[in-house]
T-cell receptor
Framework: AQSVTQLDSQVPVFEEAPVELRCNYSSSVSVYLFWYVQYPNQGLQLLLKYLSGSTLVKSINGFEAEFNKSQTSFHLRKPSVHISDTAEYFCAVRDTGGFKTIFGAGTRLFVKA | ETGVTQSPTHLIKTRGQQVTLRCSSQSGHNTVSWYQQALGQGPQFIFQYYREEENGRGNFPPRFSGLQFPNYSSELNVNALELDDSALYLC????????????FGPGTRLTVT
């Protein structure tokens, strides 16, 4: 069965500092990987995705994630965070032939001034 | 283009009652998935509907049921409510059943007392 582990429940960081949110997954089949962001009182928004090809994927607002098959990881990074990045971030996995997306428990990123 | 909408925003029910939550999918999308997000956890897949048929289900009991209508809007019904059913219920639509990209609504917050 697939599962997703987000190693940090909360990550406090100062504005303009770098951040890494960690995600590990387990699956016996080929997968798609996703990062979603959830702002307070809102639904989830897709931040970035890995489907195939280049293992480094980037979002339009400066986040990037790297798929590491040997370590079964998909960590999310940003070199310099803003106050507006404060949100809950969810890592998710879906097998390439399936319909079910499995989410991690989430990491709350709190950016301090 | 209208996004995914859900109603009601909030709902309070008593244990043992029944509830119906509604979702309007994004224009052109024929697939709807429902998720339960308990406090402090990631979303958990309940089921998916494609062209009015349930085509996948997570580990939820039969008292969780759904419908999808010809216009692809959807309902989630929960019978015999339990305290543990208190959660944010998210609806997500996608262009097709095989399409990985899901667009989430803002959710319905259900409280069972």
């Amino acid at each position: 069965a697939q599962s997703v582990t987000q190693l940090d429940s909360q990550v406090p960081v100062f504005e303009e500092a770098p951040v890494e949110l960690r995600c590990n997954y387990s699956s016996s089949v080929s997968v798609y990987l996703f990062w979603y962001v959830q702002y307070p009182n809102q639904g989830l928004q897709l931040l970035l995705k890995y489907l195939s090809g280049s293992t480094l994927v980037k979002s339009i607002n400066g986040f990037e994630a790297e798929f590491n098959k040997s370590q079964t990881s998909f960590h999310l990074r940003k070199p310099s965070v803003h106050i507006s990045d404060t949100a809950e971030y969810f890592c998710a996995v879906r097998d390439t032939g399936g319909f079910k997306t499995i989410f991690g428990a989430g990491t709350r990123l709190f950016v301090k001034a | 283009e209208t996004g995914v909408t859900q109603s009601p925003t909030h709902l309070i029910k008593t244990r043992g009652q029944q509830v119906t939550l509604r979702c309007s999918s994004q224009s052109g999308h024929n697939t709807v998935s429902w998720y339960q997000q308990a406090l402090g956890q990631g979303p958990q897949f309940i089921f998916q509907y494609y062209r009015e048929e349930e085509n996948g289900r997570g580990n939820f009991p039969p008292r969780f049921s759904g419908l999808q209508f010809p216009n692809y809007s959807s309902e989630l019904n929960v019978n015999a409510l339990e305290l543990d059913d208190s959660a944010l219920y998210l609806c997500a639509s996608s262009l097709d059943q095989g399409n990985y990209e899901q667009y989430f609504g803002p959710g319905t917050r259900l409280t069972v007392t």
